[in-house]
């Protein structure tokens, strides 16, 4: 695992573990409305071997936060369409059947979906009480895993990396901390906007999602060095959508020649 990493480029970020693409598939093909409902496992219950998958990651994620000054792990990766939300929602799940008070909160707040997997809208979310709008118990909503609560983006604002850079941003996540057991706030990707920079100087602990065959080399290593310049220390890696090819072996297999892509974030309306 550790020497597949090494290969594409995630000097200096341990690699957890490689989700394969067949399970990840079939986990969001189940309705999120089944997948939570009468106390089940969220998605994770139809496929054992995603279970597995997870439980390594929690228990790999326990590691990376010992030394952590704070309970808050922050989950980003370098461009859109990784599989960050879903393996948030889902790492949430699972840290909360384990018997922590866990928080999800949704920090992407142009395009965060993480309402979707609930059911839930994304008005009244994170920016509209960050301006004041909400209060922090009309924000905060429960879902039907015993545990678990989860945080909406809110209304798409016009200056969303600046509100995440207020003091009341700051202040919010102290108050969250302490009625929970863990905080994990899933961020827009660290090379289309600046706010997984901002938000990781809050946390104690971050991890890069990246998406097999889909982040070239050279991107994912220029994510790792804008978060580094800017103080985020990424603690742990996780490679999502992994397929067993021949070129695997040997990285990805192409992409080497790649120069950085431009993302294009702007905000969605739900």
Not at 138 to 143: D, E, M, Q, S
């Given at each position: 695992?550790?020497?597949?990493?090494?290969?594409?480029?995630?000097?200096?970020?341990?690699?957890?573990?490689?989700?394969?693409?067949?399970?990840?598939?079939?986990?969001?093909?189940?309705?999120?409305?089944?997948?939570?409902?009468?106390?089940?496992?969220?998605?994770?219950?139809?496929?054992?071997?995603?279970?597995?998958?997870?439980?390594?990651?929690?228990?790999?994620?326990?590691f990376a936060m010992l030394e952590a000054g704070n309970k808050r792990l922050m989950l980003t990766g370098p461009s859109p369409a990784v599989g960050k939300s879903f393996i948030s929602?889902?790492?949430?799940?699972?840290?909360?059947?384990?018997?922590?008070?866990?928080?999800?909160?949704?920090?992407?707040?142009?395009?965060?979906?993480?309402?979707?997997?609930?059911?839930?809208?994304?008005?009244?979310?994170?920016?509209?009480?960050?301006?004041?709008?909400?209060?922090?118990?009309?924000?905060?909503?429960?879902?039907?895993?015993?545990?678990?609560?989860?945080?909406?983006?809110?209304?798409?604002?016009?200056?969303?990396?600046?509100?995440?850079?207020?003091?009341?941003?700051?202040?919010?996540?102290?108050?969250?901390?302490?009625?929970?057991?863990?905080?994990?706030?899933?961020?827009?990707?660290?090379?289309?906007?600046?706010?997984?920079?901002?938000?990781?100087?809050?946390?104690?602990?971050?991890?890069?999602?990246?998406?097999?065959?889909?982040?070239?080399?050279?991107?994912?290593?220029?994510?790792?060095?804008?978060?580094?310049?800017?103080?985020?220390?990424?603690?742990?890696?996780?490679?999502?959508?992994?397929?067993?090819?021949?070129?695997?072996?040997?990285?990805?297999?192409?992409?080497?020649?790649?120069?950085?892509?431009?993302?294009?974030?702007?905000?969605?309306?739900?």
């Amino acid at each position: 695992m550790k020497k597949l990493f090494a290969t594409i480029g995630l000097a200096g970020a341990t690699a957890l573990i490689a989700m394969p693409a067949f399970a990840q598939e079939a986990a969001e093909a189940v309705p999120a409305a089944e997948a939570v409902s009468g106390g089940t496992a969220y998605i994770l219950n139809t496929l054992l071997f995603l279970i597995g998958g997870f439980l390594v990651m929690w228990m790999a994620a326990g590691f990376a936060m010992l030394e952590a000054g704070n309970k808050r792990l922050m989950l980003t990766g370098p461009s859109p369409a990784v599989g960050k939300s879903f393996i948030s929602a889902n790492l949430a799940a699972i840290c909360a059947q384990s018997g922590q008070r866990v928080l999800l909160i949704d920090a992407d707040l142009r395009k965060g979906h993480i309402h979707r997997s609930f059911k839930g809208e994304s008005a009244q979310g994170l920016s509209d009480y960050l301006v004041g709008d909400c209060s922090l118990d009309t924000v905060l909503r429960g879902t039907e895993q015993s545990g678990l609560d989860y945080i909406a983006r809110g209304t798409a604002p016009p200056n969303p990396s600046e509100l995440l850079m207020t003091q009341r941003f700051a202040q919010f996540l102290d108050d969250v901390e302490s009625q929970y057991d863990l905080v994990i706030i899933d961020t827009p990707p660290a090379l289309a906007v600046t706010d997984a920079a901002v938000v990781g100087k809050l946390v104690g602990t971050t991890l890069m999602i990246t998406r097999f065959r889909e982040n070239p080399v050279n991107e994912i290593e220029r994510s790792l060095e804008q978060l580094e310049n800017a103080g985020v220390v990424v603690k742990g890696s996780i490679l999502n959508a992994i397929e067993r090819t021949a070129s695997s072996y040997y990285g990805y297999g192409y992409g080497y020649g790649y120069g950085y892509y431009h993302y294009a974030y702007k905000s969605d309306s739900d």
